[in-house]
């Protein structure tokens, strides 16, 4: 039998639990964003404490596999006058030589995505992560899961976020489609319209974007959530992948019909939240001197499991693309 075009685990446990936070007690440790710098792996850990308050914690590897985490959470400076309860599930970019972060902030008018550049002493070994100063925020409305592309696309910086449209029973409001905005500066946001939506009855009925777009020869290679909400109660939140034009992101390309990772190990079918998947960070082997990712390239996806524990999975970049063009069966 030929390989799956799936996301594989490493291994039956998680990768990163509660217990590798220092100091702390946390309830849980989820959805991290990723990225490569100089050969090290770096995450940022979204961590729950038992009153519900959220922090951002830094961790180093050498091998992507065994982690270093701070001893402090990351200091987010110059964020505007806003009344902010959670700021959380960065996502991480490394664009022009500058690692960027975005994440998602819950306010008392909504969730909105704010902007940061990784402004710590490298030297410290975080390559700047313990110390966020702010940029922008992707404009003024209500959004979630955004992610900036690695690099411009024609003269304009690009990102990709899920506007927040549809009230979930009894939880927070959520949306079914993935946008994409333009920047001259990252300063200032404009919408260029829906680039995906939502499969109503299927695993991805609601979607919001995961790691940052890969570049590869067959388009941006982007993972993104899909969420199954006709299970009476249970939302099951999935993995999928979609590949985009390079040079019009908008334009779709070829998307997973299937999802490349659902909750299947029991320590994601139970926990804070039950039945969640939900890919944040992903970190490619290699890239050719153009920038490409090319298809034996190795794709880490770092994910959060029930929104308590952190897991590891992966495939070849070529097996995600080749997932994106197969048939559903
Ligand atoms: C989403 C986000 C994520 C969370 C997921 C599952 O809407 O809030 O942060 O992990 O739900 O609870």
Redesign the pocket.
């Known amino acids: 039998m030929s390989a799956p075009l799936t996301l594989i685990r490493l291994g039956d446990s998680p990768l990163l639990t509660r217990e590798h936070i220092p100091g702390m007690d946390p309830s849980g440790v ?2 991290p964003g990723a990225v490569r710098v100089d050969g090290k792996t770096l995450l940022m850990l ?1 961590v729950q404490t038992r009153g519900r308050r959220t922090f951002c914690m830094p961790a180093v590897s050498e091998d992507g596999l065994g982690f270093k985490v701070a001893a402090e959470p990351a200091q987010f400076f110059g964020l505007p006058d806003m009344h902010v309860f959670h700021n ?2 960065a996502r991480l970019t490394m664009l022009e030589d500058q690692l960027m972060v975005v994440t ?1 902030l819950d306010t008392d008018k909504g969730c909105r995505c704010a902007i940061w550049k990784a402004a710590g002493h490298p030297a410290n070994g975080f390559a700047g992560l313990e110390r966020l100063e702010f940029i922008s925020l992707a404009g003024d409305q209500d959004t ?2 955004a992610v900036l592309f690695p690099e411009k696309i024609g003269d304009q910086y690009a990102m990709l976020h899920r506007p927040n449209q549809t009230a979930l029973d009894g ?2 409001i ?1 949306g079914s489609a993935i946008h994409c905005c333009v920047s001259d500066d990252l300063l200032n946001w404009q919408d260029r319209g829906e680039v995906m939506g939502g499969h109503f009855h299927f695993w991805d009925e609601l979607i ?1 974007s995961g790691p940052p777009p890969i570049k590869t020869r067959g388009g941006w290679l982007h993972l993104y ?1 899909g ?1 199954a909400t006709h299970f009476q109660s249970t ?1 099951i ?1 999935q993995a999928g992948a979609v590949l985009l034009d390079l040079d019009d992101p908008t334009r779709v390309l070829a998307r997973t019909q299937n999802n490349i990772l659902e909750p299947r190990q029991s320590w994601e079918l139970t926990g ?2 039950p039945n ?1 998947v ?1 890919p944040s960070g992903a970190t490619c082997s290699d890239t050719d001197r153009e920038g490409f990712a090319p298809e034996d390239a190795i794709l880490r996806v770092y994910y ?1 499991a029930a ?1 308590t524990v952190i897991g590891l999975a992966e495939n070849t970049v070529g097996a995600i693309m080749a997932a994106c063009h197969q048939e559903s069966f």
């Open positions: 989820f959805n979204r959380y599930d998602a979630r899961n939880g927070p959520s919001g959530h969420v939302n939140y804070q939240v969640v939900f959060g929104d």
